[in-house]
């Protein structure tokens, strides 16, 4: 995590996620595939654009202030074996590359998320990052 997005995982659940401070080691860090996973793209040469996101527990989520590059899906998820419903969370900040070897060694996906989720994950993720600054004249 220091490595790649100069910071760890404390700081971002911390600083960036705004989780409770009771509850900061709830939930799982996660990378989310921002390229096209469909077969045409496959074999593709290049890197795969790569988000980092947070899967927390409902509960944990402090109320607003959050980052405005964080992304707060809507839905929750309630995957095989966790206790409560789980929230989204997709940082616009904090993206990487990968090439396909490197993830070959990776654990298996936990999710695929549906193409309506990943559009409006990639807007607003495109948007923070490409928007303007203060511009002069």
Same mark, same amino acid.
């Given at each position: 995590?220091?490595?790649?997005?100069?910071?760890? @995982?404390?700081?971002?659940?911390?600083?960036?996620?705004?989780?409770?401070?009771? /509850?900061?080691?709830?939930?799982?860090?996660?990378?989310?595939?921002?390229?096209?996973?469909? $077969?045409?793209? /496959?074999?593709?040469?290049? @890197?795969?654009?790569?988000?980092?996101?947070?899967?927390?527990?409902?509960?944990?989520?402090?109320?607003?202030?959050?980052?405005?590059?964080?992304?707060?899906?809507?839905?929750?998820?309630?995957?095989?074996?966790?206790?409560?419903?789980?929230?989204?969370?997709?940082?616009?900040?904090?993206?990487?590359?990968?090439? @396909?070897?490197?993830?070959?060694?990776?654990? $298996?996906?936990?999710?695929?998320?549906?193409? /309506?989720?990943?559009?409006?994950?990639?807007?607003?993720?495109?948007?923070?990052?490409?928007?303007?600054?203060?511009?002069?004249?």
């Amino acid at each position: 995590m220091l490595a790649r997005f100069g910071t760890t @995982p404390a700081d971002l659940r911390s600083r960036e996620f705004k989780l409770k401070e009771s /509850q900061l080691d709830a939930g799982r860090l996660v990378l989310i595939r921002g390229g096209a996973a469909c $077969d045409q793209a /496959q074999n593709s040469p290049g @890197p795969l654009p790569m988000l980092l996101g947070l899967l927390a527990p409902v509960s944990a989520l402090k109320a607003g202030s959050r980052s405005p590059a964080v992304h707060l899906c809507p839905e929750e998820l309630r995957l095989p074996g966790d206790q409560e419903a789980s929230s989204l969370l997709v940082s616009a900040r904090f993206t990487s590359t990968m090439l @396909p070897p490197d993830l070959a060694h990776w654990p $298996d996906p936990i999710l695929r998320i549906r193409e /309506q989720l990943l559009m409006t994950i990639l807007v607003h993720s495109a948007t923070h990052a490409f928007r303007p600054g203060t511009l002069k004249f």
